[in-house]
């Protein structure tokens, strides 16, 4: 499993397509939180949960591309092959199969994942929603010295959001944040 610090290099929450089966195959987005170990949260009533309760299995697929993402979210992928006997669709370059252990009932249910298989080269690093909205956020910050009063007023408020998900989803950003935050107020604006 040596290519898991290449898919997920540092602590933080990471977006992968999951493949479950037991009720219905399903491939839908989720994150996985990477600290110690690896962890999914799934809610109730869920496909996916249902689907674990049966089966406790998974697959993870690795992708970029935003549109796979948004067709999973609305059911719109359809397996194309099984691992496992999971659903799997093609043109993946990395695949990791795990066991999913339930950790704690609720909602959301949380599960533990130890990995059993991975397939593909896996060099590439799996989507994180704090390292998009870092970069997001760096094009915020140039536009806060030439935006009206008003236009910086509502900049900071998405200025505030991103930085409190950039903290939660990609905690290795936060020195980087801290020098961002001591830019702006070395500049007077107010951040609270």
């Not at 499993?1 to 977006?15: A, R, T």
């Not at 799934?42 to 674990?52: A, D, I, P």
């Not at 991975?118 to 870092?134: A, N, Q, V």
């Amino acid at each position: 499993m040596g290519k898991l610090s290449l898919v997920f290099p540092h602590p933080g929450i990471y977006e992968v397509l999951l493949g479950t089966a037991g009720v219905a195959e399903n491939i839908s987005p989720i994150g996985i939180r990477v600290s110690d170990d690896f962890r999914i949260r799934v809610y109730s009533g869920s496909l996916t949960l249902q689907n674990l309760s049966i089966h406790p299995y998974c697959l993870l697929l690795i992708t970029q591309d935003p549109v796979l993402f948004f067709k999973g979210l609305s059911g719109q992928l359809s397996p194309e092959r099984w691992v496992y006997g999971l659903p799997a669709i093609n043109g993946m370059s990395c695949i990791f199969v795990a066991k999913c252990k339930l950790t704690a009932l609720g909602n959301p249910s949380e599960f533990l994942l130890s990995f059993i298989s991975e397939m593909g080269e896996c060099k590439e690093k799996s989507l994180s929603r704090g390292d998009g909205l870092f970069v997001d956020l760096l094009v915020h910050i140039t536009r806060v010295d030439i935006v009206s009063k008003d236009e910086r007023d509502k900049l900071f408020e998405i200025i505030k959001y991103e930085t409190e998900v950039i903290r939660r989803t990609a905690p290795y950003l936060e020195p980087f944040l801290k020098r961002i935050e001591d830019s702006l107020r070395s500049k007077g604006y107010k951040l609270e």
